[in-house]
């Protein structure tokens, strides 16, 4: 299941290169490899998947109007990767661990978060934004592709006690071209660690294009390191699902990583610092407005007379009350005084400490009487 090497020339034909499920136009195809993995998928887990893709962007969108709002000091957006997210997070089973980025929302959402967890590290308050324990999801990863070395040391960790996880971690296509992600799997097709690296390839790292990065799919570099791969439609929620249960499979059968490229697009910002519309072409956004994932769904569904207006207001308040909810926790949180970070930090006083803390003190007197 490694994808043809061919070259990227544009986007168009990139999408060419891609298995899919639900065609942009919302028509179910046949998949000789990947149907298998979707057969017990009916028309109500189809209906769950699109109620997490919805109430995924309502979160988003949330997140952005939190921090123009100044309630946040920063959010990265993932509208446009809806189905990537939730179809590979639902085909986890729970004792799984995710490794992710500091995009993916989705994940933590489908893993169980609390509306106050998708804020919190935003916010800058005190700790994660989410239990990593109760999730099974480490901490949000800021430096890119770092969180790729800590799933396979996880995984790693997992191969020697003989367990039944896998580790998954997520990144984007600009960290593929980061030292981290690369060294990474070098150690798992070596060791035959039983993680799952997935790639959402939403077209733009920052503001350089996929095509400056590689002329070719970013899934063919994984075969190099002796890692079957599979490029998705990450537009595809069905697909994503299928794709990732096919790596899982792999993984927890003993027979080491498995590689996901999902092409996706990022319809907004790289985060709520960027303005994209200074590098990035009006006529590709349109273009991809057209691949809308949540629409692709409800198209499918509405053409096998499994979706009504009814379901579609049901899921819509359902997501406008777990937004009411993040906003709610998001102003109701107390941040500590400034000099609380020194607390804890160690277990009995310490002179250097008390020093640092002073010094700090005297730098924040500065500000006093400040509006």
């Known amino acids: 299941m490694s994808p043809q090497i061919t070259p990227i020339a544009d986007t168009a034909q990139d999408l060419e290169l891609v298995e899919r499920l639900l065609t942009p136009d919302g028509a179910r195809i046949p998949h000789p490899q990947l149907d298998r993995f979707v057969a017990d998928v009916d028309p109500a887990q189809l209906r769950s998947l699109l109620r997490d893709m ?13 921090q123009r709002q100044g309630q946040l000091g920063l959010w990265a957006p993932c509208r446009g990767q809806e189905a990537t997210q939730i179809g590979t997070a639902r ?8 490794f992710p980025s500091y995009r993916e929302t989705g994940v933590i959402y489908a893993r169980g978060a609390k509306p106050g967890d998708y804020v919190r590290m935003w916010r800058g308050e005190e700790g994660a934004g989410h239990d990593p324990g109760a999730l099974r999801v480490a901490p949000l990863q800021i430096i890119i592709g770092a969180q790729s070395l800590h799933a396979v040391g996880y995984a790693l960790g997992i191969r020697h006690e003989g367990s039944d996880e896998v580790a998954v971690t997520y990144f984007g296509d600009g960290a593929t071209s980061q030292g981290d992600v690369n060294e990474a799997m070098i150690f798992a097709a070596s060791y035959q660690a039983p993680v799952v690296f997935v790639c959402q390839n939403n077209h733009w790292a920052i503001s350089e294009p996929v095509a400056l990065q590689s ?16 490029r998705v439609d990450g537009n595809d929620v069905l697909a994503c699902l299928a794709a990732m249960r096919w790596a899982l499979d792999h993984a927890r059968s003993g027979k080491g990583p498995a590689y996901i490229e999902a092409v996706t697009y990022r319809m907004g910002p790289h985060t709520t610092a960027d303005d994209p519309t200074r590098y990035r072409p009006a006529e590709e956004l349109d273009a991809w407005r057209d691949r809308d994932p949540i629409a692709r769904l409800e198209t499918y569904l509405r053409g096998i007379g499994e979706l009504g207006d009814e379901h579609l207001a049901e899921t819509q308040a359902a997501a406008d009350a777990v937004a009411k909810e993040m906003r709610a926790e998001c102003l109701g949180m107390v941040t500590r005084e400034p000099l609380a970070v020194f607390d804890r930090v160690y277990a009995e006083p310490h002179a250097g400490l008390e020093r640092q803390r002073d010094e700090y003190a005297a730098y924040l007197s500065t500000f006093e009487g400040e509006v």
């Open 54 to 66: 919805v109430v995924l962007r309502r979160i988003d969108t949330e997140g952005v109007a939190l």
């Open 91 to 98: 085909a986890l089973d729970p004792q799984d661990y995710v």
């Open 215 to 230: 002329q070719y799919p970013l899934a063919g570099r994984a075969p190099g390191f002796g890692i079957p791969s599979l």
